[in-house]
């Protein structure tokens, strides 16, 4: 069984359904699921965007703080820390995404995962600033030099359009999500499906 995990670094959901995912980490398979992050917003600006601002344009006033409210409640329901006014800010994801690429070990990725939802919900780092994702990098206990000069490579880039083209042709659908042997599962933030998921994905193990 393949279970690959697709994700927005900069999406207050994605840190939500993550933290599910932790929940299970001592399961031997939630150390074989594959993170997939992808840029939803592609024409995202340098600089970042207002999501206020970009959702009231989308939705409406009341829809866009509607929308604020219930991802500030989900993560409240997990324990999570955020804060609202750094949701109000959602930086370019690319470099972030860039630097977990770069990383080959699963447990690396998942702490600079982790490091980076922290820095933007709970301290709202601009993880779109070079020098502050190297620091971010460093503190989840990596050297952040190194990653950063990783990213230069061509096939880190290479290997972000693969990924993106990769989760697009299963067609849109909202993010995050899990892809479980080639097919969606949208149960994301639901904890017993996970739990099942992940069990059967340990059985399959066993018998390979």
Same mark, same amino acid.
Do not use: C
């Given at each position: 069984? &393949?279970?690959? %995990?697709?994700?927005?670094?900069?999406?207050?959901?994605?840190?939500?359904?993550?933290?599910?995912?932790?929940?299970?980490?001592?399961?031997?398979?939630?150390?074989?699921?594959?993170?997939?992050?992808?840029?939803?917003? *592609?024409?995202?600006?340098?600089?970042?965007?207002?999501?206020?601002?970009?959702?009231?344009? @989308? /939705?409406?006033?009341?829809?866009? /703080? @509607?929308?604020?409210?219930?991802?500030?409640?989900?993560?409240? !329901? $997990?324990?999570? $820390?955020?804060?609202?006014?750094?949701?109000?800010?959602? *930086?370019?994801?690319?470099?972030?995404?860039?630097? +977990?690429?770069?990383?080959?070990?699963?447990?690396?990725?998942?702490?600079?995962?982790?490091?980076?939802?922290?820095?933007?919900?709970?301290? !709202?780092?601009?993880?779109?600033?070079?020098? +502050?994702? &190297?620091?971010?990098? $460093?503190?989840? !206990?990596?050297?952040?030099?190194?990653?950063? @000069?990783?990213?230069?490579?061509?096939?880190?880039?290479?290997?972000? @359009?693969?990924?993106?083209? /990769? =989760?697009?042709?299963?067609?849109?659908?909202?993010?995050?999500? /899990?892809? =479980?042997?080639?097919?969606?599962?949208?149960?994301? %933030?639901?904890?017993?499906?996970?739990?099942?998921?992940?069990?059967?994905?340990?059985?399959?193990?066993?018998?390979?």
């Amino acid at each position: 069984m &393949k279970i690959e %995990f697709v994700f927005d670094i900069v999406y207050p959901m994605s840190y939500v359904a993550f933290e599910k995912l932790k929940q299970h980490w001592n399961e031997p398979s939630a150390r074989k699921i594959e993170l997939l992050p992808i840029q939803v917003l *592609p024409e995202i600006p340098e600089e970042g965007l207002d999501v206020v601002d970009y959702l009231t344009k @989308r /939705y409406g006033s009341a829809e866009a /703080y @509607r929308k604020l409210d219930m991802a500030k409640s989900a993560a409240y !329901g $997990e324990n999570i $820390e955020v804060n609202l006014e750094h949701m109000r800010h959602m *930086p370019n994801s690319q470099l972030a995404h860039q630097a +977990i690429m770069a990383l080959d070990n699963t447990f690396d990725q998942y702490a600079v995962t982790q490091a980076i939802f922290h820095a933007i919900f709970a301290h !709202g780092k601009d993880i779109a600033n070079p020098e +502050i994702l &190297k620091d971010v990098i $460093e503190g989840a !206990g990596l050297d952040g030099s190194k990653v950063l @000069r990783s990213i230069q490579h061509k096939e880190i880039a290479d290997k972000q @359009r693969e990924i993106t083209q /990769y =989760v697009q042709s299963y067609g849109k659908h909202p993010t995050p999500f /899990y892809i =479980v042997d080639g097919q969606i599962w949208d149960k994301t %933030f639901d904890t017993l499906e996970l739990k099942q998921l992940l069990l059967n994905q340990n059985e399959s193990l066993i018998e390979t």
